[in-house]
């Protein structure tokens, strides 16, 4: 499965690597790369980003945990949150429990909602783990607070994985790691201006598993994968179909079925934009490689070219415009809004952009899902209806009616 002998492979091999690795429970690539490497450290970071450069930097491979889907039943899970909440944690925890994870050293969660901020201390009070980071992102964006703030953040990180391989992190090494995940980040933002103009490209599907494979294997490998992709997606393949183009937004931390996925295209919609995996796509452009405080260029990026998520919270720059911004960027005829059930980052900022568009004319639809459902029939004839819909009145506007 290893893509770095330069060989120019189909793109449905990689398509294939990329999905055993996406949905790999067990974990393996990290768990051969540390039987690699001595003095190699695992580090699981949960949705939605982290700055795997300071990981990486660190001699630590990062790793993206984002729940057992539908192919792990929550067992374990349920038993130490209420059943009135999304799925990802409860199903986070019966991947641990069942030693998915016993490779990993460490375990980062960002403060995305009160949820995860729980799963952490309930990662501590099991002692699951070498150690156990809450990591508080800013919420002030201003350089001189917020971006202070982020870097003692960094620093802290840091300081958890020295204590385990004893590696101080020179700036050299950081910018370094910063190249690569610039690299990694362009080539992933290439794969997506192609498909805004050619989508039959490659589905969605593809590219949700060649953009997740990324969370848990070496950056390197992946980059190697991704210009693969590019290569073959330079050269067009496929035949274009008669389909609206969306932007599909709220599905940012848990993440929905692959039948889901598969569902929203075959009812008649090209998605061009998405915040599936939005953690690796969460810098707009590069960042600094080449500065004496590579932490301050970090903090500066995600102070400065953040993408839009319900996990930031900057008053000076209104989502519902920033949404609105990538429809229009992407030539797209709606939005699809997606919500996992009991997430409340997502369906706290749902109204507001719901109440922007009828305003701007923007056509949507909303539902909402859960990881381990892959009943998808209900959901497959409002897409259908909403395509429709667009295609039949272009001039009609928004279609606020079609949401529930
Ligand atoms: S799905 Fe939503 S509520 Fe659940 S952990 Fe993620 S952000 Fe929090």
């Known amino acids: 499965m290893q893509p770095n002998n330069g060989e120019l492979k189909p793109l449905d091999h990689w398509i294939r690597v990329c999905k055993e690795h996406a949905f790999d429970l067990q974990f393996t690539r990290a768990r051969k790369w540390k039987e690699e490497h001595a003095d190699g450290v695992v580090v699981g970071y949960m949705p939605v980003y982290f700055p795997r450069e300071v990981i990486h930097a660190a001699g630590g491979l990062p790793v993206g945990i984002f729940g057992g889907g539908d192919r792990k039943q929550i067992i374990k899970g349920d038993a130490y949150y209420q059943s009135y909440i999304c799925h ?26 009160d949820v995860l901020r729980n799963l952490s201390g309930i990662f501590k009070l099991n ?11 800013p919420q002030n964006f201003l350089p001189e607070v917020g971006g202070v703030f982020y870097q003692q953040e960094m620093q802290h990180v840091m300081h958890y994985i020295k204590e385990l391989n004893g590696k101080e992190v020179t700036p050299e090494a950081l910018n370094r790691s910063i190249a690569l995940y610039n690299t990694n980040r362009r080539l992933i933002a290439r794969i997506y201006d192609i498909r805004q103009d050619h989508p039959w490209r490659l589905t969605l599907e593809e590219l949700y598993y060649v953009v997740r494979a990324g969370t ?43 039948g889901l996925i598969r569902a929203i295209e075959e009812a008649g919609c090209y998605v061009v934009d998405d915040d599936l995996m939005l953690g690796s796509r969460m810098i707009l452009g590069d960042i600094d490689a080449t500065t004496a405080e590579p932490l301050k260029a970090i903090a500066h990026a995600y102070i400065h070219q953040s993408q839009l998520s319900s996990s930031i ?7 519902e415009n920033r949404l609105a911004k990538i429809v229009k960027d992407r030539g797209a005829d709606g939005v699809i809004f997606a919500s996992a059930s009991f997430c409340d980052p997502s369906l706290l900022d749902a109204p ?53």
Request: glycine share 6%; hydrophobic share 40%; net charge negative.
């Open 313 to 319: 919270y900057d008053v000076d720059n209104p989502k």
């Open 216 to 258: 848990v294997m070496p950056v390197e490998e992946h980059n190697a994968i991704l210009e693969q992709v590019c290569d073959h997606l330079e050269r067009g393949t496929g035949k274009a179909q008669d389909k609206i183009k969306v932007v599909l937004s709220g599905a940012f931390c848990e993440q929905p079925a692959v």
């Open 127 to 137: 002692k699951l783990g070498k150690f156990v980071k809450y990591m508080d992102f």
């Open 88 to 113: 990802i944690p409860r199903s986070i925890i019966d991947l641990v429990l069942d030693n998915h994870t016993d490779h990993f050293d460490g375990y980062i969660f960002p403060s995305i909602c």
């Open 352 to 404: 507001i952009f719901q109440k922007a568009f009828d305003r701007m004319g923007i056509r949507y639809i909303a539902f909402q899902f859960s990881e381990n459902i892959n009943q998808f029939k209900v959901i497959k004839e409002q897409v259908g209806a909403f395509s429709d819909s667009i295609k039949l009145w272009e001039d009609e506007p928004a279609g606020a009616a079609l949401t529930n």
